[in-house]
Structure formats: structure tokens, C-alpha cells
């Protein structure tokens, strides 16, 4: 039996969660297992600073990455107290090869060195946690993911090549297990090309890796460790009441994520759906306590109205100079605008003489799709907005709404409502 065990950034910010996160693998009784670790902390945002630094020519890049290594170096001391070189040198090294991916000029682009580098953060962090693991005589195989996670040249978001992926997951994963190890430890988020070349699979991609190896390896299970108790009603960073789930249904999961709740990366499900492997999402703080279990079926439990918000959504309201109707033609029109600028469209509504649209409010996206808008279209637009998705509501949850706070736009269905709300002070 083969299972598969998720770490994130938060499970292994700072040597006492290293040391937590091996207390829970070591805790697991399971037969074989696939545990695949994020960066550490913060460190892929760090990492893209360092690459807008490179882009910006600033001059700040190197200092950047040092204090990378630094953060990463205190960790290490903290876990070796007796020092360990040979990691310490394998770490160096990464970083070097960081620096060197931005000196290099192969004419890939942007994209093709924010890979390059930001995928150092998931290297150190495995060689790190690995490397500790074994020392406390927990024994890991660390394998470098790049081996056997196959994409397409899509840099930042590297389309999987699922049959040469199976392939090598076969020969690396499922050939480590059958001559003998227990525990693989490798990356999550980070990929090759048949070139050779990193990729990665778009932020927050570790758990997509995890649903890549289930699928591949057909696990019994796969569990993500999480800093929050399991799937919640709501997002506590932004809502004071919420529940945790007992049990969902894949279905309901796409949706949620799909509307923007992040608990878990929405690329996840749909692998695990097709083999239907069962999902568990755990408090790595608590490890005891049993989470949200998410699997086919499975009637949502308790029946509680989910609550999800995006922030930062601009409202742009597209009319016809001549106020004319909103046809067909310039919708289609309008789409292939939106296509072109990759702007994804979170709620649209269509009247007579005006199309409206809210979006995630991108500083790399929107003003150039503005541009394109006015070109030949009135345009006037609403900014710092949130949008509030609520499924399986109650009628009396959305008057609470309208009492609390000033809502713009109003969509329903039956299961789903979704609010555009200019927050307060805005
Ligand atoms: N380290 C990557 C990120 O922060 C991938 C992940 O954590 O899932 O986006
Ligand atoms: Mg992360």
C-alpha cells in the first residue's frame, strides 16, 4: 500500500516545524510512502523578489539571495547542531546555480529564469528535511523531482506530460520502493522539460505534485498537512466564524476552489477524481485531530454555507460608444480580448446596453486590457473591490450582507451567490 503525504511552507518555516513535520512521518505507520515537501516558508516569494530584482537590474539581486541562504543556514544550525559541511555545500551550490541561471542568456525570457530560480527554494528545502530526517534515523530516499515529473515548455506553468511522467514515476518511484525504501522524500511544485530545462507547475503547485504521484503510483491516499484544522466554511483570515468540514465530495472541492477558496491548489482534485483516490487535508499542529476527508460522494458534512473572498477585484462596466446594444459580435469580441490578455473572468453580467466583468484586479493585466477595452468601447471601472462567494446559502445569509455592507453586483442560482462589495474605506 502507497500513500502520499504533503508538507507545505508552513510545516517546515523553521526547525521546530522540521522537527514537527518529522514527528508526524514518523508517527505514520504506513507501508510505503511518497512525502513531498514545499519551500520553505516564505522562500518562493523571496525567490521571485530576487528575479524582479535580476529584471529590474537593481543591483540588489545577490544581497537578496544571500539572506536566502542565511534564513536557510540558521535553520540547518538549529537541526545540526554538531554542523553538517556536506549539506551546507549541497545548499551553496543550489544557490550558486541560481546565480549562474541569471547570467546565462539564452534568450528563454522572464519566465524561463523565474523557473530556473525560484525552484531552488523546493531543492534546499527537501535536501534539508531529508538530510535531517535520516540523521534522527528516519530513512529517506531524496529524489530530485525533476526525474520524473515531465512537462511542456509552458515556463511557470508547466503542462504536464502524463504519460512520460507515469513512466518515470514507475521507474523511480515504484523501482525505489520495490528495491526496498520506505520513504521518498521529493518535490513538489517543480518539473523538466524533455530539454532538460526546469519548470514549475503555478504557485502552490506541491499539491498538484501530490495528485500527480497518487495518480501515477495509484495510492490508497493522499493527506496534505496544513496550518489550518482541515477544509473550512470559511477563510480565517478573513471571516471570525467557521466550521471545519467533516467529510466533501470532489465535486464540491472543485467548486470551492474554482471560486477561490486556497486550502487546496485546484489542479488537485480532477487527478484524484479519475483513480478515485481519497483526499485528506490535516493540521500539522494537530495531527491527532482527524480533518476533512474528500472523496466521491461524499454528502458535504456538515451542511453549513461555505464562504469564500477574493480580494483585490476590479468591476469594469463595458458599453458600446453609441450606446448601443451589447450583441453577439462584441462579445465575442470581448472574450477574445480577455483570452489574449489572459485575464480570467471570476462574474460577468450582460444587459441591454452594457457588459459587465470582475476581475482579479492584476497590476501585470489589467491596465494593458484597459487599453485594449477603450480602443474601441466605453469603459468605466470600480477598484478595491472583494468578491464574495457563498454556496449552499441560506436566503437569511445574504440579507446579513446587505445589512453590513454595500454591494455592487449580485448573482444567484440555486446553490451558489456570489457579491461584488466595495469594502469599507474604499
Ligand atoms: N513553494 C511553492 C509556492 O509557494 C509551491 C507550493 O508551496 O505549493 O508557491
Ligand atoms: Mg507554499
Known amino acids: 500500500m502507497i500513500t502520499v503525504h504533503k508538507f507545505g511552507g508552513a510545516s517546515v518555516r523553521d526547525a521546530a516545524s522540521v522537527k514537527n513535520a518529522a514527528a508526524v512521518i514518523q508517527s505514520l505507520k504506513e507501508n510505503k510512502m511518497a512525502v513531498v ?134 521507474q523511480h ?3 525505489s520502493f520495490e528495491s526496498g525504501e520506505k520513504i521518498i522524500l521529493t518535490q513538489g511544485f517543480i518539473g523538466c522539460t524533455s530539454e532538460n530545462y526546469t519548470t514549475t507547475l503555478g504557485r502552490e503547485g506541491s499539491d498538484y505534485t501530490a495528485a500527480i504521484l497518487a495518480y501515477c503510483l495509484n495510492a490508497e491516499n493522499v493527506t496534505i498537512w496544513k496550518d489550518v484544522p482541515g477544509v473550512l466554511s470559511a477563510d480565517p483570515r478573513y471571516f471570525q466564524d467557521y466550521i471545519r468540514f ?57 451542511k453549513v454555507p461555505s464562504f469564500i473572498l477574493k480580494p483585490d477585484q ?28 489572459k485575464a480570467k473572468i471570476n462574474l460577468m453580467q450582460n444587459s441591454a446596453i452594457s457588459f459587465t466583468v470582475c476581475l482579479d484586479n492584476d497590476p501585470l493585466k489589467i491596465p494593458a486590457l484597459l487599453d485594449d477595452l477603450k480602443r474601441n468601447y466605453a469603459i468605466l471601472f470600480n477598484e478595491h473591490l472583494s468578491l464574495y462567494t457563498i454556496r449552499n446559502y441560506f436566503p437569511s445569509t445574504i440579507e446579513e450582507f446587505y445589512k453590513e455592507k454595500e454591494v455592487l453586483l449580485e448573482q444567484r442560482s440555486r446553490n451558489t451567490a456570489q457579491l461584488v462589495i466595495r469594502e469599507h474605506g474604499n
Request: aromatic share 10%; hydrophobic share 35%; charged share 25%.
Open 37 to 170: 515537501v514545499s519551500a520553505m516558508g516564505k522562500t518562493t516569494n523571496a525567490l521571485e523578489k530576487v528575479v524582479e530584482s535580476h529584471l529590474r537590474n537593481d543591483g540588489k539581486k545577490h544581497k537578496l539571495l544571500e539572506e536566502i541562504e542565511s534564513y536557510h543556514l540558521k535553520i540547518m544550525a538549529e537541526l545540526f547542531p554538531s554542523g553538517n559541511d556536506q549539506l551546507q555545500n549541497s545548499v551553496h551550490n543550489f544557490f550558486t546555480e541560481a546565480s549562474w541561471a541569471m547570467e546565462e542568456d539564452t534568450g528563454k525570457g522572464y519566465n524561463f529564469i523565474y523557473d530556473q530560480v525560484v525552484s531552488m527554494g523546493e531543492l534546499v528545502s527537501t535536501l534539508i528535511v531529508s538530510t535531517y530526517l535520516n540523521s534522527t534515523g528516519i530513512k529517506v530516499k531524496w529524489l530530485d523531482a525533476r526525474n520524473f515529473i515531465r512537462t511542456d515548455e509552458t515556463w511557470r506553468e508547466g503542462k504536464i506530460l502524463w504519460d512520460e511522467t507515469c513512466a518515470e514515476i514507475q
Open 246 to 302: 467533516e467529510q466533501i465530495s470532489y465535486h464540491d472541492a472543485i467548486e470551492l476552489t474554482y471560486y477561490g477558496a486556497t486550502v487546496i491548489h485546484p489542479k488537485t482534485i480532477k487527478p484524484l477524481e479519475n483513480k478515485n483516490i481519497p483526499l485528506y487535508v490535516r493540521s500539522f499542529a494537530n495531527p491527532q485531530s482527524k480533518g476533512t476527508q474528500i472523496m466521491r460522494h461524499a454528502a458535504t458534512r456538515p
Open 173 to 175: 518511484i515504484s523501482g
Open 314 to 341: 476590479i468591476l469594469i462596466s463595458i458599453s458600446a460608444r453609441d450606446f448601443s446594444f451589447i450583441a453577439e459580435e462584441n462579445l465575442s469580441e470581448l472574450f477574445s480580448l480577455f483570452a489574449g490578455h
